[in-house]
């Protein structure tokens, strides 16, 4: 039984595998310039944010994560607010 659920555990991480390790990182300063999303040139504004009218340097996807910077209020649009355009699941 023990060995049953060892193969079985292996068998769905290496499924799960490839969605794991295409997951992004990206980074969000909104007291800084829009830049490249990385850690030393964050983006200004969080992908969705109905504000931004510029294009990003990246193609988000489902599984990315975004990290905002600590200490920096993130003011959105009252009404709208943030609407990603790759978010929940699949059809």
Known sequence: ????????????F??????????????????????SG???????YCPGDTRFTGTYTADTTNGDTFIFK?????????ITGIVPANSGASD
């Open 1 to 12: 039984m023990k060995r049953l659920f060892l193969s079985l555990s292996l068998f769905l």
């Open 38 to 44: 990385t850690l030393i040139a964050p983006w200004k």
């Open 14 to 35: 290496i499924l799960l595998l490839p969605s794991i390790a295409s997951a992004a990182v990206y980074y969000v300063d909104y007291s800084g310039s829009h830049a």
């Open 70 to 78: 600590g200490g920096v209020t993130y003011t959105i649009d009252a």
